[in-house]
T-cell receptor
Framework: SQQGEEDPQALSIQEGENATMNCSYK?????LQWYRQNSGRGLVHLIL?????REKHSGRLRVTLDTSKKSSSLLITASRAADTASYFC????????????FGTGTSLTVIP | GAGVSQSPSNKVTEKGKDVELRCDPI?????LYWYRQSLGQGLEFLIY????????KSGLPSDRFSAERTGGSVSTLTIQRTQQEDSAVYLC????????????FGPGTRLLVL
């Protein structure tokens, strides 16, 4: 069963605004990742944050991780229409070591 | 270089038939994953291959599902006696040695069981 949950399920914003998505997970993790999926396509890896990190930046992306709350957030600043996609968090289960658990995703629409 | 490729891109089959889905990982990638994504849902882990080690099959939903990886490269996911609930997108991903956290996904195979 999946162990990640994202919220909101859907988010619609104007171009130029910031988008924040949240992810919660259930078990201990080694790291957490965020992926983007454009409609009808495979997933693209965006960023990985390790369990001993609290914040990480990559271009317009900012990821935070709170292991005490078992939650992470993805912030996309100055959004563009091309950011329209579904965003998933994925965590590597520390107990199994092999299985990545993906959340149900946040569908982001950026209106030009 | 070439990314992960999957074939066919779309497959329509009748209930009860067997299907084979193929994944060609990125050359040199030792880890290979299969996932299933139902409409509007996240990814469900199915199976994991790492080099010559025994695969982690713990995610396969039933004994109708099986997968092979020949020569440490190409993988085939087989679904026997397909059911309508098997309809989903089947995604394959590979990872380079020492970096299994970074998965490179193929475009997926969209399976529709009528």
């Amino acid at each position: 069963s999946q162990q990640g949950e994202e919220d909101p399920q859907a988010l619609s914003i104007q171009e130029g605004e910031n988008a924040t998505m949240n992810c919660s997970y259930k078990t201990s993790i080694n790291n957490l990742q965020w992926y983007r999926q454009n409609s009808g396509r495979g997933l693209v890896h965006l960023i990985l944050i390790r369990s001993n990190e609290r914040e990480k930046h990559s271009g317009r992306l900012r990821v935070t991780l709170d292991t005490s709350k078992k939650s992470s957030s993805l912030l996309i600043t100055a959004s563009r229409a091309a950011d329209t996609a579904s965003y998933f968090c994925a965590s590597l289960n520390q107990n199994t070591g092999n299985q990545f658990y993906f959340g149900t995703g946040t569908s982001l629409t950026v209106i030009p | 270089g070439a990314g992960v490729s999957q074939s066919p891109s779309n497959k329509v089959t009748e209930k009860g038939k067997d299907v084979e889905l193929r994944c060609d990982p990125i050359s040199g990638h030792t880890a290979l994953y299969w996932y299933r994504q139902s409409l509007g849902q996240g990814l469900e882990f199915l199976i994991y291959f790492q080099g010559n080690s025994a695969p982690d099959k713990s995610g396969l939903p039933s004994d109708r599902f099986s997968a092979e990886r020949t020569g440490g490269s190409v993988s085939t996911l087989t679904i026997q006696r397909t059911q309508q609930e098997d309809s989903a997108v089947y995604l394959c991903a590979s990872s380079p040695p020492g970096a299994k956290e970074t998965q490179y996904f193929g475009p997926g195979t969209r399976l529709l069981v009528l």
